[in-house]
């Protein structure tokens, strides 16, 4: 991809997402002139980490930096110097989950980013229902449990910014958003009987969704591809940018993009679909469970 089709404006390009794009074409350039991290960061008067900080699209760009890095890397041609530039102050903007940053931490907001911004989400979750799927009743039981200290207002926040993520299966650019639960997250109570009910008929109106491929892992098959816990792959219309998946610990994440490493994921994700009930068997089973409550 070039610089000037990477600056205009993409279906689904967030300010996470160009800020990724913006970095891995610093990193190109910076390796196709033989310029060390460390040289490069000399030229910015900043640390090698902070150039790979930057290369990875884990911080912020000022447009003074990138400047220079682009004279270093030997830029000169103004049209593509313009749109780097812009695609900086782009990848800049502050996107709105910035607002919840009292209640949202700063290795999830990466996630949010990445997932306001994907063209394609394909999850495995083990315990709970996906954050995209979940009420408000089920999702107050969810970060209760988590948060037993928290206060009121703390609560309404974590809920109210769930709930303003799950905008993006309501709007025009909803990405193809492919979830196995596990049975045990559908059996799993969170917030009492009747939050439960009303979790699984969300669930059973989001099966009709057309964007939506909702699936369970039943009991039934026992062991199951995905030894490792939940996980999530996050696919982009940027051809320049690699999937990423995201691995959710307590404290923190990890964004894998190795493309060796994703493809490993991405084959689990096949096996899961192979092995979990088909959509129409699915919504039997959320009836089946509407059933015994």
Known sequence: MSADQSAGTQPGGGSMVRRILLGSQLRRLRESRGVTREDAGYSIRASESKISRMELGRVSFKERDVADLLTLYGVTEQAERDALLGLAREANV???WHSYGDVLPGW????????ESA????????????G????????RGVVLLGQPNASQDEVARRVDLRMRRQKILAGDR????TVVH???AL???FGGRAAMRGQLERLLEMSDHPGVDLRVMPFARGGHAAESGAFTVLGFPESDL???VYLEQLTSALYIDKRDEVAQYVRVMDRLLADSLTPEATRDLLRSLLREL
Do not use: K
């Open 108 to 115: 999830f907001q990466t996630y949010v980013g990445l997932e």
């Open 182 to 184: 596990d049975e045990a």
């Open 174 to 177: 909803c990405p193809g958003f």
């Open 242 to 244: 690699p999937d990423v």
């Open 94 to 96: 502050t996107g709105w």
């Open 132 to 139: 995209l799927l979940q009420t408000e009743e089920y999702a």
């Open 187 to 189: 059996r799993r109570p």
């Open 119 to 130: 063209s394609a989400l394909s999850t495995f979750e083990v315990q709970f229902v996906h």
